[in-house]
């Protein structure tokens, strides 16, 4: 009776929770349209570490996946994908097309354009990051009224790596979110 109680266990309860462990820990996110070009393409498939951003803070430059507010349809909310740019404490500048990090110009590789729309300045508060697409002049971020700052609490997952198109597999994020 034992050996078969533990065979039941082992056959059904170790590879469910095992399931429900990785489920919890990693996840898959589509992209879709054009805003974080030229980093991310639109149809690009990514893997995201969903654990790190309940365990620890996201860093300026992490890619995440966030609840909006903007309806997809009648039943729920858009799932984006942005750039952080700012965390709690930085002061968020966009002056004449340059984007200040508590004063200090940001250097942006990763972007379609030198210039970035738009006039703010703020600080981030607690709980709150800023999020700008790679591509400013085709997206809607924490520019917008309708976006604004993201509550860490509607951030899903850490975009880590690109695993489809193949051709464009790439590590897009330290795995494990370790400095």
Not at 88 to 99: A, L, R, S, Y
Not at 103 to 108: F, S
């Amino acid at each position: 009776m034992k050996t078969k109680l533990l065979s039941i266990l082992k056959d059904y309860l170790v590879p469910v929770l095992i399931a429900l462990i990785i489920v919890n820990i990693v996840g898959i996110s589509f992209v879709l349209g054009e805003s974080m070009e030229p980093t991310l393409d639109d149809k690009d498939v990514l893997v995201i570490n969903k654990i790190i951003p309940r365990l620890t803070n996201v860093n300026r430059g992490d890619i995440v996946i966030f609840k909006s507010t903007l309806e997809k349809n009648r039943f729920s909310n858009k799932i984006l994908v942005k750039r952080v740019i700012g965390v709690p404490g930085d002061k968020v500048e966009i002056m004449n097309g340059d984007v200040y990090i508590n004063n200090v110009i940001l250097e942006e590789e990763y972007t379609n354009y030198s210039y970035t729309d738009g006039d703010l300045s703020l600080v981030v508060p607690s709980n709150k990051i800023f999020v700008l697409g790679d591509n400013r002049n085709r997206s809607e971020d924490s520019r917008s009224s309708r976006i604004g700052l993201v509550d860490k609490k509607d951030i899903i997952g850490k975009a880590v790596v690109r695993i489809f198109p193949f051709d464009n597999l790439e590590l897009l994020d330290n795995i494990f979110g370790l400095e």
